[in-house]
């Protein structure tokens, strides 16, 4: 009997067992070692004895494994795409949940999503895992800087995330996570000085639309260095949104400029996804790396002399107080590491100082007795950045490998951050920057070491 008519009639016999056999997948035995799964309860196939025996078996290319194949589909059909969200909050709220690193869990976890808090009412849910920040992918840093990213965007933010379930099966089907999202979904600031032709661009607009600028940019001009792509959409000038007004009182506001100007543009592929998500474009989810403010990092090791520069307490024009660097004395390491009269102090050792006293800032400085790395910020840029209303830290934030920057990313405070319980400082989870070792204590049970977790709240 031929190999065909073989399988014919096993596959015939094996009909009966069918109609009332259990579910599971078993096996037909055939000559020579042979296996055919069964696969009538698995593919939906009940009682339909032609689907069964048309198939084919040819020695030539060995046998088909259609069971293997349904499973690949089934996975990807069943694996949830990452999803969106927008998080806007007031000064005095947080955006109601937790981040966590947990033992045993792969992933930035989110956790405790309070009930009717901004994050729930967006619809993010416990136990997704967090994949990006503002367009940054971050699945692969450490927990404290995707704490650090959060932070530094103030009252908005941009997350996307994977339920928990596509994330496992992601990891174990060995998928690249970055691969799942879009390759390019951030606006771009661009700032813009004139010269003596104008700015290099023109604004083109339908007629009796309001709100819908394109920008044709002239080749070698000043936008087209400040990095402003040719054919983008303007959604913001000088950090004022323009989608409600005319093309007359866009010309009269560019005007009212001076010879300076900052853009929110975004390319025709970023609008668009922006719109198919309901999402509003925001410049805290702008790149940065094309602005000329950015804040610097100044590592210093102490001298005989000191560090050489003098802390002094002011007012910044954003009306909070803030610690200025002064009497930067020359030779010494605070001028050596790049310190200039006038900046102000915007980090120690991987800390935010946003919140503390004078006093308090001092003792971050002095924690290290002969070495001390800050974060600060030239008076332009200050003023810069309060113009537009977002946070010098953005730019900093914008300095990882993906980029393109080579600004070195804020240090952890400790080295590796470790297994630590993150706790708020007296500030709240409202403000901008709490690198993971803030306050910072180490928790143990001693019977399960696997509930050992980082957690930051926001």
Known sequence: MGASNLLSTHLAREEEKLECGPCT???????????????????????????????????????????????????????????????????????GFSLHEELGCRGHIIRQVELGGVAQRRGLQDGDRLLQVNGHFVDHMEHHRVVQKIKASGNQVLLAVLDGDSYEAAKALGRDLSQMLPADIRPRLCHVTRDKNGFGFSVSCPEGMKGTFQLSVRQDGPAEKAGVP????????????????????LTRKLKQSGSKVTLLVASSAVEEFYRLRGLRVTAVTADTSWLPFKARELH?????????????????????????LWDVD????????????GDRLLAVNGESIEGLDHQQTVLR???????????????AGDEFYHSIGLSPLLSFEDSDPASGSSTPSLPSPSGSPGLCHVEVGSKGPGSWLVAAANRIGFTQNSHQEEQRRLHQAF
């Open 330 to 341: 020359a030779g010494l390491p605070a001028e050596q590491a790049g310190m200039k009269e």
């Open 25 to 95: 997948l078993s096996h037909v035995e055939m000559p020579s070692g042979w296996v055919l799964p069964r696969l009538s309860k698995v593919l939906g196939l009940e009682g339909d004895k032609k689907s069964i025996i048309k198939f084919e078996f040819n020695p030539k290319d060995g046998i088909d494994n259609p069971a293997l194949s349904l499973a690949e589909d089934t996975d990807a059909k069943d694996m949830e795409e990452p999803r969106f969200y927008l998080l806007s909050k007031g000064s005095a709220e947080t955006f």
């Open 230 to 249: 040719q054919g983008s959409w303007l959604l913001e000038l000088n950090g004022d949104s323009v989608r409600s007004i005319s093309h007359t009182q």
């Open 300 to 324: 210093m090791v102490k001298g005989p002399a000191g560090y050489g520069f003098l802390l002094k307490e002011d007012d910044c024009r954003s009306g909070a107080t803030g610690q200025f």
């Open 365 to 379: 400085i002095r924690a290290n007795d002969d070495q001390v790395t800050m974060l600060v910020i030239d008076p």
